[in-house]
């Protein structure tokens, strides 16, 4: 079993609807991050957390340590949001990378 | 004013060549990293360097070596190249351990 597993692992949505992505990890962690990945393949760090939840425009991030679970949030998705999104536990002293899930939004 | 910045962004190579990638940060990070990305697109570990000492080597073969002249300055060198060496490699840095990371671009190798 995957240290870090992330569902879906693909991903299809109309603009406007409301998208979750879910990581679930096996490992000890001071933190967790989500990363994005266009497809032009750079790599974006969207959030750090280690407890709660946090919003950065229509983004949302949530954790709970206790279950080893993260979720990532788009709301009113919009086709610029298509990418990769990554769930990278930080394990100490790395970070541990989830496989990713593709996300497309269609207009 | 790039954050971290690779080079070359796209290196074509034969079998058996020596070659480098550079990176270099400008936020004045204490960490920085090296990651391979696989064809499938999995991205794992390769080094990390905190103020220029070697922290995580994680099993990759000797024939990569990095080498960090200073803390903002992280090349990664890959002796007698392979065809599965061919990946996308990731450099990255951070202020462990309440910071988020930041990425370079990338550079696309392709052993052929």
């Known amino acids: 079993k995957n240290e870090v597993e992330q569902s879906p692992q693909n991903l299809t949505a109309q603009e406007g609807e409301f998208i979750t992505i879910n990581c679930s990890y096996s490992?000890?962690?001071?933190?967790l991050h989500w990363l994005q990945q266009h497809p032009g393949g750079g790599i974006v760090s969207l959030f750090m957390?280690?407890?709660g939840k946090k919003k950065h425009g229509r983004l949302i991030a949530t954790i709970n340590i206790q279950e080893k679970h993260s979720s990532l949030h788009i709301t009113a998705s919009h086709p610029r949001d298509s990418a990769v999104y990554i769930c990278?536990?930080?394990?100490?002293?790395?970070?541990?990378f989830g496989t990713g899930t593709r996300l497309q939004v269609f207009p | 004013d790039t954050a971290v910045s690779q080079t070359p962004k796209y290196l074509v190579t034969q079998m058996g060549n020596d070659k480098s990638i550079k990176c270099e940060q400008n936020?004045?990070?204490?960490?920085m990293y090296w990651y391979k990305q696989d064809s499938k697109k999995f991205l794992k570990i390769m080094f990390s360097?905190?103020?220029?000492?070697?922290?995580i080597n994680e099993t990759v073969p000797n024939r990569f070596s990095p080498k960090s002249p200073d803390k903002a300055h992280l090349n990664l060198h890959i002796n007698s190249l392979e065809l599965g060496d061919s990946a996308v490699y990731f450099c990255?840095?951070?202020?462990?351990?309440?910071?988020?990371?930041?990425f370079g671009s990338g550079t696309r190798l392709t052993v052929v």
């Open positions: 990278a536990p930080d394990n100490t002293d790395k970070l541990i």
């Open positions: 957390l280690s407890s």
């Open positions: 360097y905190n103020n220029k000492e070697l922290i």
């Open positions: 490992v000890g962690i001071s933190a």
């Open positions: 990255a840095s951070s202020n462990r351990p309440n910071y988020g990371y930041t």
């Open positions: 936020l004045g990070h204490d960490t």
